[in-house]
């Protein structure tokens, strides 16, 4: 297989569709789907997205001259443009709009809905059970031009040697089928050495065929003759059972209520499709699932909203459960607000403050080891706990609910300015003590006295603190500065400081997770990374003994393989002209199950 036939094949649906970065139909996506969908991806309405895109500020930040300028740049360093342009799939764009009578920035976008649907089933093409997909998008007013475009491209294709075009009809639509041709001259025979010195490796194509039908300003692709069908023929106004009829993407939608994009997977089809069966296993899984509650699962989902609360951008997610069991039990535990406790510093970058019941660990895993249908497995997890429990279940007995874990960003920067812990709320420090007291030698701990309380410190500067309520987990200083912090009766910190008092405003209280990130402080340490990349790399490897010549070789490889490695990152005065200082998130336990949401914000909004 040849390298331009490997990178035809792979851009063989990108190439038919090169403008369009999502497809759909007059329907949506959910009403095409069959109901044993997998995952969704889906615009329902593509041109009211892409309006509310470019009013918002991310939208006012990419037509900025700047960043267009940089992303020349960034295409030009790159060599991205160039590489484009001198392959297979950039001279047949390039012939297809010669054909077309069109320049790039002419071909249209989608307007109606757009989207992608994937399942698990008999494949006609293959004769045997796999993947299958289909991907469609409404043109609208655009139609003609696209229709042109369409068959211009399909001209292209043609003229290919490596790839062969079969066209037909179907109910009205134009419909061909483009697959690669087999070409047996790179199997024949036994390399040589001469032979095997030019080799190289070349991965076989993702899709080596796809079918494309073109039917009322709408573009079907799919990965078999059925799947292609079926999307015409819904299109056509036929009544076909679908995703949409089902509970299933009522729930997406509800938990991502607003949004203009959402993607979901849908789980009782994914595990009926890639669990392995009982007749592989020779026992059922499904004892222990629902030990996990992971057979109440019904769907994972995350959506978009560019115009959500007061201007800022809503990223929301959604996990559909409404029978809250297991392992997905422990995490429905309510804060009453978001206050980082007085141990989080005024310095902290970064804050998730969550609850988990850590008391209902050891029961749940004992309930899944029980459920265990072979005797031999269960014994040998059995095992496997009982030691494990020996000295954690102390600990996780001793725990409350509430946990914040915490990075700072030490400047200056350097490769050690990113510092993590974590701090858990204790009701039972005796019980705590002796659980840590007890594995301290297996672990490598060293105790000493800190403030009146206890610090176990390990060789490599790990370090587990107790004292002021709390199990402290980190670095050996960050431990002692958080417990130093937490032991200030009264000391202001992140919670007291109005950036962070400005940003969760919006917040509500009684979430099971809170998150804060000073998003600003993060891409200026970004920026000192990629700008300092070759010192980092060269600190790392000598942390670890590497001699200079080998260093030396390790980041000139570095530097060859990175065509980027003189691009600059966009200045931080550019990103924070129109985007805020920070980010914010929450997550709430529903009737439904869970759902959450990112905030970002706009410089106005800061």
């Known amino acids: 297989m040849t390298r331009i036939r490997w990178a035809v094949g792979s851009a063989l649906v990108g190439a038919v569709v090169v403008q369009a970065p999502a497809f759909a139909a007059s329907p949506t996506i959910a009403q095409i789907a069959p109901p044993d969908t997998i995952a969704v991806l889906a615009v329902d309405d593509f041109a009211h997205a892409r309006e509310i895109f470019e009013a918002s500020f991310l939208g006012d930040l990419w037509r900025d001259q700047e960043m267009q300028d940089w992303f020349d740049e960034f295409l030009d360093k790159g060599g991205i443009a160039d590489e484009f342009a001198e392959s297979a799939p950039g001279a047949m764009l390039e012939d297809a709009l010669d054909r077309a009578g069109m320049e790039r920035e002419e071909i249209p976008m989608p307007t109606g809905a757009v989207g992608a649907a994937f399942w698990w089933g008999e494949d006609p093409d293959i004769e045997d059970i796999g993947l299958r997909w289909v991907m469609v998008g409404d043109f609208g007013d655009g139609g003609d031009a696209m229709e042109g475009f369409v068959e211009s491209m399909i001209e292209v294709v043609g003229d290919e040697e490596t790839l062969a075009v079969e066209e037909d009809e179907y109910e009205g639509a134009a419909v061909w089928l483009i697959e690669m041709v087999e070409d047996d001259t790179d199997d024949e025979g036994a390399l040589d050495d001469e032979d095997w010195d030019d080799w190289e490796y070349e991965p076989e194509p993702v899709i080596d065929h796809a079918h494309v039908a073109w039917i009322d300003g709408t573009l079907v692709i799919a990965g078999d003759r059925g799947a292609l069908e079926r999307a015409i023929n819904r299109i056509n106004g036929e009544e076909m059972d679908s995703l949409a009829d089902g509970s299933s993407i009522m729930d997406v939608k509800r938990q991502n209520e607003g949004a203009q994009a959402y993607a979901a997977g849908f789980i009782a089809p994914m595990l009926e499709a890639w669990l392995p069966d009982e007749a592989m296993m020779g026992f059922s899984m499904d004892p222990m699932l629902e030990a996990l509650g992971v057979l109440d699962l019904r769907s994972v989902s995350m959506g978009v909203r560019f115009d959500g609360p007061g201007g800022a951008i809503q990223q929301t997610y959604g996990v559909a459960v409404p029978e809250k069991k297991g392992l997905i039990a422990l995490f429905d535990n309510e804060l009453d607000s ?11 970058n970064t804050v998730y403050q969550f609850g988990f019941d850590w008391s209902g660990l050891m029961p749940l895993l004992n309930r899944v080891v029980e459920s265990i249908p072979d005797e031999d497995m269960k014994m040998q997890a059995q095992l496997s ?23 700072t960003l030490q400047r200056p920067f350097s490769p050690e300015s990113g510092k993590i812990y974590a701090a858990f709320g204790v009701s039972d420090e005796e019980a705590i003590s002796n659980g840590i007291t007890g594995m301290q030698g297996m672990l490598g701990f060293e105790p000493r006295d800190f403030m009146g309380n206890q610090i176990w410190e390990s060789q490599i500067g790990a370090a587990l603190g107790l004292g002021f309520g709390r199990l402290f987990v980190g670095p050996g200083e960050m431990v002692e500065d958080a417990m130093r912090q937490a032991g200030q009766d009264g000391a202001a910190g992140l919670a007291d400081e109005d950036l962070f008092i400005r940003s969760t405003s919006m917040l509500r209280g009684g979430g099971m997770l809170y998150t804060y990130q000073n998003s600003r402080e993060n891409y200026e340490h970004t920026l000192w990374t990629m700008n300092n990349l070759e010192a980092i790399t060269r600190a790392n490897l000598e942390a670890v003994g590497y001699d200079e010549e080998t260093i030396q070789m390790i980041i000139d490889e570095q530097r060859e393989g990175n065509p980027f490695a003189e691009l600059e990152m966009p200045s931080a005065e550019l990103i924070y002209r129109y985007v805020g200082e920070t980010v914010v998130g929450e997550a709430h336990s529903t009737d439904d199950g869970f759902r959450s949401r990112s905030l970002f914000f706009s410089a106005d909004q800061d």
């Open 338 to 348: 978001f206050r980082p406790p007085s141990l989080v510093g005024a310095d902290a």
């Open 385 to 407: 706990l009982g030691f494990f429990a020996g000295g954690m279940a102390p600990l996780f007995d001793g725990m409350r609910p509430d946990a914040v874990v915490v990075k």
